[in-house]
């Protein structure tokens, strides 16, 4: 089945400076790759997605790069800012049929410094 | 809409006692998602419907946990009996359709003393 790593684990940059975040997936099958954002004692959301048809996304200071070839893909956070600060999660698509779930990173915890 | 529900949003409870976690899912969403989040283990999904119909259910850590999803408008997870190692924040998440976007709710922290 599908297996996420999602690295570093802790992430501390100084404000105003980029963050990337960087996460691999075993299964070639898999065709969608959300980033999730989770504030301390809030819920996971989702702030910008890809799917395979698609080399790069980006939303404003956000964006998201695939490489379907090394099976990986990148969440980048240019102009960082101290509501930055969160856990992020990055996810893959199950495979196969009927499978709807999403395979989970183990999480990066982005530290921004002022 | 209000998003997905979930009740309560605080839970704590002694170790032996029956603890039911509730979730109403986004009108419409055809997906549902159990997932235990601990600072351990991270997020881990524990069963997941689709059309009310149990998918995968391999997470599930254990026979005293148990989750229905009787109609498309509400699901429940119960431990019993429930454990110490049990406590984490419980999360219901739904999707409109498959392998997309998960909507989730605002969790219930359980505390098994």
């Known amino acids: 089945g599908e297996n996420v790593e999602q690295h570093p684990s802790t992430l501390s940059v100084q404000e105003g400076d980029s963050a990337v975040i960087k996460c691999t997936y075993s299964d070639s099958a898999s065709n969608y790759f959300p980033w999730y954002k989770q504030e301390l004692g809030k819920r996971p959301q989702l702030i910008i997605d890809?799917?395979?048809n698609v080399g790069e996304k980006k939303d404003q200071r956000i964006a998201v790069t695939l490489n379907k070839t090394a099976k990986h893909f990148s969440l980048h956070i240019t102009e960082t800012q101290p509501e930055d600060s969160a856990v992020y999660f990055c996810?893959?698509?199950?495979?196969?049929?009927?499978?709807?779930?999403?395979?989970w990173g183990a999480g990066t915890k982005l530290i921004i410094k002022p | 809409d209000a998003g997905v529900i979930q009740s309560p949003r605080h839970e704590v409870t002694e170790m032996g006692q029956e603890v039911t976690l509730r979730c109403k899912p986004i009108?419409?969403?055809?997906?549902l998602f159990w997932y235990r989040q601990t600072m351990m283990r991270g997020l881990e999904l524990l069963i997941y419907f689709n059309n009310n119909v149990p998918i995968d259910d391999s997470g599930m850590p254990e026979d005293r946990f148990s989750a229905k999803m009787p109609n498309a408008s509400f699901s429940t997870l119960k431990i019993q009996p429930s454990e110490p190692r049990d406590s984490a924040v419980y999360f219901c998440?739904?999707?409109?359709?498959?392998?997309?976007?998960?909507?989730f709710g605002p969790g219930t922290r359980l505390t098994v003393t």
């Open positions: 009108s419409g969403h055809n997906s």
């Open positions: 996810a893959a698509s199950g495979s196969g049929t009927g499978n709807y779930q999403l395979i």
């Open positions: 998440a739904s999707s409109l359709a498959g392998a997309d976007e998960q909507y």
């Open positions: 890809i799917r395979s």
